[in-house]
C-alpha cells in the first residue's frame, strides 16, 4: 500500500483534489490538519507533554484542550513551534499507522497535509507526493470566498505557509512526483488529477 501525500496553500484547492481521489478510488483519506487537532484527546500524555514544553494551561477547567491557548504561544515563536511539533509529529504519524492497517489491502491511502514540505520531520514521509497549487491572487480569492473572510485575515494565514507562498510566487520548485495547477474548471482539475493517478497506479 502506498502514501499517497496531497498537499497544497491556502486555496489551492487540495481538498478538492483528495475528495476527486477518493470519490474514484474509494481509497482511504487522513487528513493530518484535522486530526492532529484530535490527538490531544486520544493521546493524554501529548498534552500533558505540551504544557510542560510551553509553561502553560492549555485545557479549561473541564480538562478539554482548548486550541487558542496553544496558538497564541508558539504563533511568533518558531523556536517553541519547532519544539512542540518535534512531540507532536511521532505521535501523529503512528495514528496514521495504526488508521491505516485497515487499508493495508489497497493500492494507495492518501495522506493530506498543508504544511508537509515544510516540516523537516516529515521530510521523505509517503511514497508519492502531490502538489496542488495556483498563483497567490488565485489562492487569496479562493479562501476569502470560501471561509467569508477578509483579505488581510487570509494574508495572515498565509503567512505560516511561506514555501507554499514562494512556490505558488516561483521563487522556488517543488519536491513532489506531480503538480496539479488548479486555474480552470472543476471539470479540468477533475482531469488533470486522474491523469495523475493514471500515471500513478494505472486506471482506477
Given at each position: 500500500m502506498d502514501v499517497l501525500v496531497?498537499?497544497?496553500?491556502?486555496?489551492?484547492?487540495?481538498?478538492?483534489?483528495?475528495?476527486?481521489?477518493?470519490e474514484?478510488?474509494?481509497?482511504?483519506?487522513?487528513?493530518?490538519?484535522?486530526?492532529?487537532k484530535k490527538l490531544y484527546d486520544s493521546y493524554p500524555s501529548l498534552l500533558d507533554g505540551i504544557e510542560d514544553l510551553t509553561g502553560?494551561?492549555?485545557?479549561?477547567?473541564d480538562g478539554r484542550f482548548v486550541p487558542s491557548r496553544l496558538s497564541e504561544k508558539i504563533f511568533s515563536d518558531k523556536e517553541l513551534l519547532d519544539q512542540v511539533e518535534a512531540l507532536v509529529f511521532p505521535v501523529l504519524t503512528e495514528d496514521f499507522r495504526k488508521w491505516s492497517e485497515k487499508y493495508a489491502e489497497d493500492k494507495f491511502v492518501i495522506f493530506?497535509?498543508?504544511?508537509?514540505?515544510?516540516?523537516?520531520?516529515?521530510?521523505?514521509?509517503?511514497?508519492?507526493?502531490?502538489?496542488?497549487?495556483a498563483p497567490m491572487h488565485v489562492r487569496l480569492e479562493r479562501a476569502c470566498r470560501?471561509?467569508?473572510?477578509?483579505?488581510?485575515?487570509?494574508?495572515?494565514?498565509?503567512?505560516?505557509?511561506?514555501?507554499?507562498n514562494d512556490i505558488s510566487e516561483g521563487r522556488i520548485r517543488p519536491q513532489a512526483d506531480a503538480v496539479i495547477l488548479n486555474v480552470g474548471s472543476l471539470d479540468e482539475l477533475r482531469r488533470d488529477t486522474l491523469s495523475?493517478?493514471?500515471?500513478?497506479y494505472g486506471h482506477i
Amino acid at each position: 500500500m502506498d502514501v499517497l501525500v496531497v498537499t497544497g496553500g491556502i486555496g489551492s484547492g487540495k481538498s478538492e483534489v483528495c475528495r476527486i481521489i477518493q470519490e474514484e478510488s474509494g481509497c482511504g483519506l487522513y487528513n493530518a490538519d484535522t486530526n492532529v487537532k484530535k490527538l490531544y484527546d486520544s493521546y493524554p500524555s501529548l498534552l500533558d507533554g505540551i504544557e510542560d514544553l510551553t509553561g502553560c494551561l492549555l485545557r479549561d477547567e473541564d480538562g478539554r484542550f482548548v486550541p487558542s491557548r496553544l496558538s497564541e504561544k508558539i504563533f511568533s515563536d518558531k523556536e517553541l513551534l519547532d519544539q512542540v511539533e518535534a512531540l507532536v509529529f511521532p505521535v501523529l504519524t503512528e495514528d496514521f499507522r495504526k488508521w491505516s492497517e485497515k487499508y493495508a489491502e489497497d493500492k494507495f491511502v492518501i495522506f493530506e497535509s498543508a504544511t508537509i514540505l515544510e516540516k523537516p520531520l516529515l521530510s521523505g514521509f509517503g511514497d508519492k507526493v502531490i502538489l496542488v497549487d495556483a498563483p497567490m491572487h488565485v489562492r487569496l480569492e479562493r479562501a476569502c470566498r470560501r471561509d467569508s473572510l477578509s483579505s488581510d485575515q487570509i494574508k495572515r494565514r498565509m503567512m505560516n505557509q511561506t514555501m507554499m507562498n514562494d512556490i505558488s510566487e516561483g521563487r522556488i520548485r517543488p519536491q513532489a512526483d506531480a503538480v496539479i495547477l488548479n486555474v480552470g474548471s472543476l471539470d479540468e482539475l477533475r482531469r488533470d488529477t486522474l491523469s495523475v493517478i493514471d500515471n500513478f497506479y494505472g486506471h482506477i
